[in-house]
């Protein structure tokens, strides 16, 4: 098969299969960050396809060039060699630590008083310098990789971990869809809020794309449908 015949014209992005964010409904791509996307380059007039796999894959395609874009994604000095992002934020992720609903565990921004504690992650997943490095050199003897968040989810509502850290949407909506929402709490006050953005391959120029999506989202921002997207999925206030 050729090129021609295997994406049609236009930029072909993949985001990382993650509810409320980017997942399959109906067979087609759908949430916020899909939502916001697609609405931005409707705007520049610029054809796209979103493509929803696990973001490990999503790395890995856009990193070859086999992609044109990632959404959504943070800034780090290692990403910087094969990617170029836009400018405007796509989300602000807000990064929190989970424990059973029974567990007596308190936070008190102190990363290292939860050493002791088993940590559940996802692999292949940035959680900004803060918590990685942290991950990186040893502050939790015990690290469980799961593949996503469900199983994050569903391991912490059984207890075969003490603490889970996450994206406040991903794992709050996650929890809903199992039914675990009574059975898992979030730890206060978050770790990090952090922006997280639209970026494309090093491969080609995309700078003039970057510019038109950039002033695209900005106008979204401005006229409130880009609070509206987040709003129709997690209710009112939650575009903040």
Known sequence: MGCGTAYPAGLVLVAADSSPTAYISDGKPA????DVVTEAFRRTGEPIEVQVMPWARCLAEV??????GIFSVFKLPERNEFLTYTNVPVITQVLAFFVPADSDVTFDGDIGKLG?????????????????SALK????????????????????????????????????????????????????????????????????????VIADFDRALTSMKDDHSFEAIFEKYLGPKAGH
């Open 116 to 132: 002791r504690l088993r940590i559940g992650t996802i692999r292949a997943t940035s959680y900004g310098l803060k918590v990685d």
């Open 137 to 208: 050199t040893g502050v939790w003897s015990t690290t469980v990789e799961t593949n996503n968040v469900d199983t994050l989810v569903g391991m912490l509502a059984l207890k075969r971990i003490d603490l889970a850290i996450g994206y406040r949407h991903v794992v709050l909506d996650a929890a809903r869809n199992k039914g675990f929402q009574d059975k898992i709490r979030e730890l206060s006050p978050g770790i990090d809020e952090i922006p997280s953005y639209l970026a494309f391959n090093k491969q080609s120029d995309y700078s003039k």
């Open 63 to 68: 990193r070859s060039g086999r992609v044109d």
């Open 31 to 34: 949430g916020i960050l899909v």
